[in-house]
């Protein structure tokens, strides 16, 4: 069930939401299932030690999974669909991390009732950008 149910009118530039999210081996596991992504990167320490990460990472679009429940969660909720997302991928994300999911209106169009959002994805304990982005978000009413 959606956190909220915002209507544009709800909504203003500089609103922002936030929540946390736990990076956990059980987690990346079950996105390779869901993914079809078994890039051993993910799954396999002794290969992932070999690589420049020295260790597993998640999958990037763990990132996009994460936005999405902003989206579809928090801004605005069910009031709304996507219409685009873009992402930048510009650190890894740690199996075994905290996050922070972030997102920020940054405009409002009256006429198409849509919104640009802001999208991060920070890591918890050194506030490091891990992801960035923009959404284009619709909304019902």
Known sequence: MP?????FA????GDQFNFDFEITD???REFSVISGD???LHLDQTYASSTKFSRRIAHGM???VLFSRLIGMHIPGSGGFYLSQNIVFREPI?????VK???KVLQKVEALKTLTILTQ???NNSKKLLVDGSAIVQMFE
């Open 94 to 98: 740690k199996i075994g991390s905290s």
């Open 101 to 103: 999911v972030y997102g």
């Open 62 to 64: 763990t990132a996009g």
């Open 121 to 123: 994805l920070q890591a």
């Open 10 to 13: 709800d909504i203003a530039v």
């Open 3 to 7: 956190k909220s149910h915002l209507r």
């Open 26 to 28: 059980a987690f990346v």
């Open 38 to 40: 078994y890039n051993p």
